[in-house]
């Protein structure tokens, strides 16, 4: 019985693995190595077609690269903004989401719609009536401009993921703390925000690399002071002249660390979500 | 320890009374249990108790203090969940300590009150688990713990022991009423089950539809009902409609047709009044015995170990009978019954 389903489930499982892979090849893994190889291309001997790889390889274009301050100084400036982001995301999220997750709100459709609105807006709109405003308001140029106009697109994806933890956590466990002498701030303190944390990781893992990768906003109101790593990348591929070469350098030094960064989190995320389980009920 | 008191407790989620006039007094160290099918209100009550929810209408009085007022995590009640409610991200020894560092303690103090409470539940090895590396039973133990430690006024259990399995159920059922002896705590507990009510309780207040209907011993409320729900709530009963036709000294003989039972008459019955008599299977005996005996012919027998359940026609009413012993009466047998030489008059639809 039982090994007549694997007999009849196992060629549907290969076929959807294959599929899964097909895709993901196509769309992570195959530009990932056109990308390292565009960055390892020979300057003298380019890459042209119909070579599927490059006729010689150098780490001379690694080599221009990091001899220019440029780089470093975007480097810092991507992972001196992306901290002060997330920390800030994470400190509005955690009261809207314990509103939207916990509360029966009346208006709680519109209030969702209305968190949601910088995600559905394009960009370029809110980038250009932002962007006035913050010339008005002093804040053009700035880093904490900066800050402030990429928590205003990260903060509704923050919002979403830790509303969602929040509705999750059982209200028996709240009911159980307060019964026990929690007041609201040592019920926040001790439970709420412990019960959500695996949230809080989920959320401030995407929010840390969509502020790596945050070009439009950063562009408009940054420029020409405040440069992060993908600012740089457009100085290479934008305008009138593409350097696929120095771009490719630069997508790899924006890529690399947010990788890392990946697996360091899905580590501790799962370990945080095995703590947080809410166990046998 | 503390003396308990609802006043008119009202409580309505939308058009539907949850809690209706609900009035019952707890004595200090007094164990009683709101008895109910699902949806009778037992919860919402203790919930209101507890502070969790609010009463549309009424008191709740601590010791003769009203307390409806006060937010939840200043009652002075500790609450045992259905589902235990141990958080997750804490250890056993963190959750049972919770409350003592909520109130304050020293760090000696709490370590020391968390290290008796352990022993008390008999959990002593395991004070650096997490609730989901233990077993259900564990966990339940753990509850208990976390809520007696803070030495509460009042204790409240709701349903604590319908997530185990029936052998675990009644051994902790057991531990449950000896540590609530030995601690004297004033305690409110909630169930679904008639069995855990009676072999717990002080005293039983049954609940249908938001209303307490009746409230006393287990004794009387399984011998001597006085609503008919409580009879049909309690285990199997029978109900058999007759007249009264003498009373004297509180007690009452009542004309059935299948003859004369006599009844308690604590309830003034009138002569000539119509009744319902309610008795239990196990009051019925087969074979001819004082009072009034019947012959009849049994329609059923299912043997249920202890006892064996027979559905028996007579004159055109059945009766539940159970009999204990190994005798093995075939359906369609013929046999003389004996009715009980005393009834409980139920009232009510």
Redesign the interface.
């Known amino acids: 019985m039982n090994r007549s389903w694997i007999m009849r489930g196992a060629p549907g499982r290969w076929m959807l693995a294959l599929g899964f892979f097909t895709v993901a090849s196509v769309v992570l893994i195959i530009p990932l190595i056109v990308g390292v190889l565009w960055s390892l291309v020979d300057p003298d001997a380019g890459w042209f077609p119909p070579a599927i790889v490059p006729p010689s390889l150098s780490l001379a274009n690694w080599r221009a690269m990091l001899a220019v301050p440029e780089i470093g100084q975007a480097f810092a400036m991507s992972f001196l903004i992306a901290p002060i982001v997330t920390a800030l995301c994470a400190a509005l999220a955690l009261p809207t989401g314990y509103a939207l997750g916990r509360r029966q709100l009346r208006a709680r459709r519109t209030i969702e719609l209305l968190v949601l609105a910088p995600i559905i807006l394009p960009g370029i709109v809110l980038a250009t009536g932002l962007g006035s405003m913050f010339i008005r308001l002093g804040l053009s140029h700035t880093v904490a401009g900066v800050v402030l106009v990429q928590t205003v697109v990260l903060l509704p994806f923050m919002i979403r993921i830790v509303a969602a933890t929040f509705e999750g956590v ?1 209200q ?2 709240i ?9 609201p701030w ?2 926040a303190r ?2 709420l925000i ?2 959500v ?1 695996p949230g809080l990781f989920a959320g401030g893992l995407f929010t840390f690399i969509g502020s790596l990768e945050e070009f439009v906003l950063t562009f408009i109101v940054g420029m020409p002071y405040v440069q992060t790593l993908p600012v740089l990348l457009w100085a290479y591929l934008g305008g009138r002249s593409s350097i696929f070469t120095y771009a490719a350098v630069v997508t790899m030094v924006l890529l690399v660390p947010t990788i890392i960064l990946m697996f360091v989190a899905e580590r501790t995320l799962k370990q945080e979500y095995l ?7 | 320890m503390a003396r308990l008191e609802l006043r008119d407790i009202t409580k309505r989620f939308g058009r539907v009374a949850a809690a209706d006039r609900v009035s019952v007094e707890v004595a200090d160290g007094e164990f009683l249990t709101l008895l109910g099918p699902s949806g009778c209100g037992k919860t919402t009550t203790l ?1 209101i108790i ?3 929810v609010d009463p549309d209408e009424g008191e709740v009085l601590l010791d003769g203090v009203a307390v409806q007022h006060l ?5 002075q ?3 045992v ?9 804490m250890t056993v020894s963190e959750n049972i300590g ?2 003592l ?3 304050a303690l020293s760090a000696d103090l709490i370590r020391q009150r968390v290290g008796e409470a352990l022993a008390l539940v008999e959990l002593e090895g395991l004070s650096d688990r ?3 590396q ?1 077993s ?1 039973g564990q ?1 339940q133990r753990v509850a208990v713990a ?1 809520a007696i430690v ?1 030495r509460p006024k009042v204790l409240l259990f709701d349903e604590p022991l319908s997530n185990l399995d029936a052998k675990l159920r009644e051994r902790l059922r057991l531990e449950l009423r000896a540590l609530q002896q030995r601690l004297g705590v004033t305690t409110v507990y909630v169930t679904h089950d008639q069995a855990e009510a009676l072999a717990l309780s002080d005293r039983v207040a049954v609940m249908f539809g938001g209303k307490v209907v009746e409230i006393g011993t287990p004794r009387q409320v399984y011998r001597t009902p006085r609503a008919r729900v409580t009879a049909e709530f309690l285990g199997v009963t029978n109900f058999l409609d007759g007249q009264v036709a003498a009373v004297a000294d509180g007690h009452c003989i009542v004309q059935t047709p299948l003859g004369m039972v006599e009844a308690d008459a604590g309830l003034g019955v009138r002569m000539g009044e119509v009744v319902t008599l309610s008795f239990r299977p196990e009051d019925v005996r087969i074979g001819r015995y004082e009072g009034t005996a019947v012959t009849g012919r049994v329609l059923h027998a299912s043997y249920l170990g202890s006892v064996t359940d027979y559905v028996v026609e007579s004159g055109g009413i059945t009766l539940r009978v159970h009999e204990a012993g190994g005798a093995a009466r075939a359906p369609g047998e013929e046999i003389t019954i004996t009715l009980p030489a005393t009834a409980a008059i139920v009232r009510g639809g």
């Not at chain 2, 937010?71 to 009652?75: E, F, S």
């Not at chain 2, 969940?81 to 991200?89: D, R, V």
């Open positions: 059982p028996d466990l009911d159980a703390a307060r019964n026990l002498g929690a007041s040592p019920l001790d439970v412990p019960l944390r703590a947080a389980g809410f166990g046998k009920v | 919930r507890a502070g969790l937010p939840a995590h200043r009652r009640t500790a609450m969940f259905q589902s235990y409610a141990l958080f997750p991200h919770f409350g560092r909520m109130r997490y609730p989901r233990l259900g966990q976390r803070t």
